[in-house]
């Protein structure tokens, strides 16, 4: 079973940035589709954005709609980014990468450990 390894996360101040890392080595990232979720503590797991197999779906959720996180697929590095700026404290959470790739009727879903995103007033 292939376990996502984000990294890239950390603590530091409001109005900070940070970029999120998920590698898949060994595996062609563009046959997965990829997603970013957050888990605030106390609170289910939440969608952050995703991005389609091909690239040309690109979808953030309604908390990060206002573009302070981006999603980037890298294939020449063969890694998922999450770029996230202008950070706020409510962006406290752990994230967590997610690939998941269709062949006919069979789907599979992978994910990671999670990373932990801390951040203060």
């Known amino acids: 079973q292939w376990q996502l390894d984000e990294s890239g996360g950390g603590l530091l101040q409001a109005g900070g940035f940070l970029r999120l890392s998920c590698p898949a080595p060994?595996?062609?990232?563009?046959?997965?589709?990829w997603a970013w979720y957050l888990q605030a503590p106390g609170k289910e797991r939440e969608i952050v954005a995703s991005?389609?197999?091909?690239?040309?779906?690109?979808?953030y959720a309604t908390y990060s709609v206002n573009h302070r996180f981006t999603i980037i697929r890298d294939s020449a590095k063969n890694t998922v980014y999450l770029q996230m700026n202008n950070l706020k404290p409510e962006d406290t959470a752990v994230y967590y990468c997610?690939?998941?790739?269709?062949?006919?009727?069979?789907?599979?879903?992978?994910w990671g450990q999670g990373t932990q995103v801390t951040v203060s007033s």
């Open positions: 991005i389609s197999w091909s690239g040309a779906n690109i979808n």
């Open positions: 997610n690939a998941e790739i269709s062949v006919l009727d069979d789907s599979h879903t992978f």
């Open positions: 060994g595996r062609n990232i563009s046959d997965y589709n």
